[in-house]
């Protein structure tokens, strides 16, 4: 059985970092992609950072020169490195992974990431 499960989210200064993790049991990351994506309140669920097998990745706008997806293969876990926090990075983050990054296959539960002074 397949599971990912997220970790290391929480509350976050402003101008702070956080770092999440996500963890895989019966899923090996490195062949497939993976996706952090976050929904904030009342919002859709938006694509924050993509890294593929190849180890190419993907930002979107808002979050580019401040957050950092990589993978470390020998643990099997991704991460999303959190720099320059900003109140708008408050959401769920969730990690996704698949064969293809547009229809990933597995998911997490999700975590609360929380900015705020």
């Known amino acids: 059985q397949v599971q990912l499960v997220e970790s290391g989210g929480g509350l976050g200064q402003p101008g702070g970092s956080l770092r999440l993790s996500c963890a895989a049991s019966?899923?090996?990351?490195?062949?497939?992609?993976t996706v952090w994506h976050r929904q904030a309140p009342g919002k859709q669920r938006d694509l924050v950072a993509v890294?593929?097998?190849?180890?190419?990745?993907n930002y979107t706008d808002p979050v580019k020169s401040r957050f950092t997806i990589s993978r470390d293969n020998a643990k099997n876990t991704v991460y999303l490195q959190m720099n320059s926090l900003k109140p708008e990075d408050t959401a769920v983050y969730y990690c996704?992974?698949?064969?293809?990054?547009?229809?990933?296959?597995?998911w997490g539960q999700g975590i609360q990431v929380t900015v705020s002074s």
């Open positions: 996704y992974a698949g064969p293809l990054w547009r229809s990933p296959t597995h």
């Open positions: 019966g899923f090996i990351f490195s062949p497939n992609a």
């Open positions: 890294i593929i097998s190849g180890g190419t990745t």
